[in-house]
Each structure stands twice: as structure tokens, then as C-alpha cells.
């Protein structure tokens, strides 16, 4: 699937808050997920994963949960920092290997 | 995680002319993908590319467009050819970490065609 759109949603929060970003993905089939931060410049960077099998996972200050009925994928943030500005995609994977990418969602940490 | 290297990072092209994006990978990995990122959007999966066979193209992308090479696990170029302003974008190579399914990116090539 081709992600289109010309413009970002963007999420503002306040430093030290916690950010809620989420993610519609399109294949029922789909049996792993990942999240990207993708920083200005700078190629996707892995933050975490989850597989079809799961329905939440946790990892440093980072939780993705997973809702296979309405097909949906969000990263929770805890305690927001300025260094996590970014914008952040979440990606499926579908077929043999092959991977599908959100939209993305731009986050805008606020000092 | 595999260390992923393009080059070039940028480049400024003419229309009308092909650039020949590389990328190497620090260990020996059975398939590559390549993926272009068009101003403010999201990543679109352009092919797969496998040693030994020809590449794989999703819808909207073909080989006469986009040249693809993999000589070995290591290495693929990929060709943007007769270029227009439309292909200003960054392309992203990417491999996948065998045992997890894990997807890693390089830092990408940014092209620019006026």
C-alpha cells in the first residue's frame, strides 16, 4: 500500500508529558509491526516492534499497543523530551518480508 | 543492528539524466529493499532486491524506471533513470535482520532534479 499526503498531522505536547501517536494500518494479514522516529536529515531509526500475537509491549519509556479488531497500532511516549521531536511512522509488514509504511505523524516537543 | 552505507548522500541532478544510488551493508543479508520518500510524506516501497534474481517491483514502479543490481549479500545499486523534477525525493535503502524480521534503514540519498 502507498502511503499519500502532503501535509503531516502534527501532535504538540509539553516536555515531560506523555504522547499518544497512532497508526491505521490497512492488511488484517499483517504479522509484525514496527515503529520508526525518523529525525530531520536522517534515515528511519527502529524504536520498537511488536508481533501479531501480542497486543502490547513495552520498552524504555516507549509501549506499542496493538488492536488487531479495528486494526490499530499506537506508541505511547512517557515523560516527552525534547530529543524525541521527530516525526514517527509506524510500518507493517505484509507479504514476504516486505514492508508497508504509515502516513507518520510529526511530534513537536514543547520546552 | 547492520551498519547500512548509501552513496551519495545528495546530489543535484539535470533532468533528463540517470544517477546510480549505492548501498553497502557490513554483513551479508539475503534481501534489500529500496524505498523513496517524496518531500514531506511517507516511505513507499519501491522493490525488493535478491542475489541472483531479478528484482522485484511493487505497483507503480518498473525496472526500465528504476534499475536495480545485486551483484552479492553485501551490495545493490538502484538507477533512477531520465529523471524529471517529480523524482526529487530521498531514497532509502534497507535490509532486514534475518532472525527477527527486524527493518533497518541507511541514512539515505537525497536527490534533488531540476
Known amino acids: 500500500g502507498e502511503s499519500v499526503g502532503l501535509h503531516l498531522p502534527t501532535l504538540s505536547v509539553q516536555e515531560g508529558d506523555n504522547s499518544i501517536i497512532n497508526c491505521a494500518y490497512s492488511?488484517?494479514?499483517?504479522?509484525?509491526f514496527i515503529w520508526y522516529k525518523q529525525e530531520s536529515g536522517k534515515g528511519p531509526q527502529f524504536i520498537i516492534d511488536?508481533?501479531?500475537?501480542?497486543d502490547k509491549r513495552q520498552g524504555q519509556r516507549v509501549t506499542v499497543l496493538l488492536n488487531k479488531t479495528v486494526k490499530h497500532l499506537s506508541l505511547q511516549i512517557a515523560a516527552t523530551q525534547p530529543g524525541d521531536s521527530a516525526v514517527y511512522f509506524c510500518?507493517?509488514?505484509?507479504?514476504?518480508?516486505?514492508?508497508?509504511f504509515g502516513s507518520g505523524t510529526k511530534l513537536n516537543v514543547k520546552p | 543492528s547492520a551498519v547500512i552505507s548509501q552513496k551519495p548522500s545528495r546530489d543535484i541532478c539535470q533532468r533528463g539524466t540517470s544517477l546510480t544510488i549505492q548501498c553497502q551493508v557490513d554483513?551479508?543479508?539475503?534481501?534489500m529493499f529500496w524505498y523513496r520518500q517524496q518531500p514531506g510524506q511517507s516511505l513507499t516501497l519501491i522493490a525488493t532486491a535478491n542475489q541472483g534474481s531479478e528484482a522485484t517491483y511493487e505497483s507503480g514502479f518498473v525496472i526500465d524506471k528504476f534499475p536495480i543490481s545485486r551483484p552479492n549479500l553485501t551490495f545493490s545499486t538502484l538507477t533512477v533513470s531520465n529523471m524529471s523534477p517529480e523524482d526529487s525525493s530521498i531514497y532509502l535503502c534497507?535490509?532486514?535482520?534475518?532472525?527477527?524480521?527486524?527493518?533497518?534503514f541507511g541514512e539515505g540519498s537525497r536527490l534533488t532534479v531540476l
Open positions: 554483513s551479508q543479508v539475503t534481501m
Open positions: 510500518a507493517e509488514r505484509s507479504g514476504f518480508n516486505k514492508f508497508y
Open positions: 511488536i508481533r501479531s500475537n501480542m
Open positions: 534497507s535490509v532486514d535482520r534475518a532472525n527477527t524480521g527486524e527493518l533497518f
Open positions: 492488511n488484517s494479514a499483517s504479522d509484525y
